[in-house]
């Protein structure tokens, strides 16, 4: 078998430590103590040695790197590579507890094949994203954008980077090396089937006052969902994605007479539930022996208020994940995985059979 084993005396043999008289071991340090050539060494730790190098050479190399210290150089290795192992995360903002599960997922899988993510909050939520390394694009190898338009990264998308957009229009990627998504659709339709299964047939939608295709899909399911059984009566109300909104939008819809009041209100998020919630009892009513609420994303917040609440259960870090690992995948020439990440229906307290007439 061809090997780039040294011949010189002691290879195989237990290392000795050795440094450079500056104190930075360098990877001669490391082959002089386990007795290889410079060679032997860069493809061992190169991760490239099998077929070339012995098992127990390669064994005797690595751990005389681990006894000097030793760290490559990874800006002179990203150099040859014409890589700087670095991807840019944008996201709407980063006060949401989704985006940061996002980014604990990316920054998972970024980690163990050595790079980094820069975590980049756009200034102006989901409209056109302002490119922050217009000046350094070399800086980045790729761009991943959750819950964003296409067309609002058109910017770093015309500077010829990888772009992976998250929780966005399959239909508008053109151009982007992957777009991944939870199913969003198939979330609101098991609300839709658990509170009919309960006996609703009147509904409120408190829909986030977003333009966007996350919450665009929401909408459109649940509106199918309803009409696809007689007899249900279906309203929506737009709110801004804070409590104190969804507290507000709740009242509007609530503050009608008893038997045209809505007996389930289902809510675009978490937060929006919340204020829902609170609404309900502002007004003297019980959730959910008046009124259930539902909620989306299953946030700490869900079992944070009283009654719990019944929500859709969102795998954030496995969006995150799996959208570093398409960007992996089209830097390496890969067809990235691009089926939806399926999402579940917890039920909790806060949802019950409609009130009797």
Known sequence: MASTDSGRPGAGGTPAPARAAGGRTTSRDVARAAGVSQATVSLVLGDKWRGRVSERTAGTVREAARELGYRPNLAARNLRLG???????VVPALTSEFFARVYTGANGVAAE??????????????????????????????????????????????????????????????????????????????????????????????????????????????????????????????????VEAGRRAAERVLRVAAERRPTALVCDDDLLAAGACKAARGLGLRVPE???????????????????????????????????TALLDALDGRVPDTAPLPVLLVPRASTGPPPRP
């Open 83 to 89: 890589r700087t192992r670095t991807a840019l995360l």
């Open 290 to 324: 008046d009124v259930s609420v539902t909620g989306f994303d299953d946030l700490a917040l869900a079992t944070a208020v009283d009654p719990e609440l019944t929500t859709v259960r969102l795998p954030a870090e496995a969006v995150g994940a799996r959208g570093m």
């Open 113 to 242: 094949h050595g790079f980094g993510v820069v975590l980049y909050p756009s200034p102006v939520g989901t409209g056109p994203a302002l490119d922050p390394f217009d000046s350094a694009r070399a800086a980045l190898d790729g761009v991943i954008a959750s819950s964003m338009a296409a067309d609002t990264l058109s910017g770093m998308r015309g500077g010829g980077l990888p772009l992976v957009m998250l929780d966005s229009d399959p239909r508008a990627g053109t151009g982007t090396a992957a777009t991944v998504n939870l199913d969003i659709a198939d979330g609101m339709r098991q609300v839709a089937r658990h509170l009919l299964a309960l006996g609703h047939r009147r509904f409120a939608h408190l829909a986030a006052a977003v333009d966007s295709w996350t919450f665009r899909e929401r909408a459109g399911a649940l509106t199918r969902a309803v009409a696809a059984v007689p007899g249900p009566a279906l309203a929506r109300e737009s709110a801004a994605l804070e």
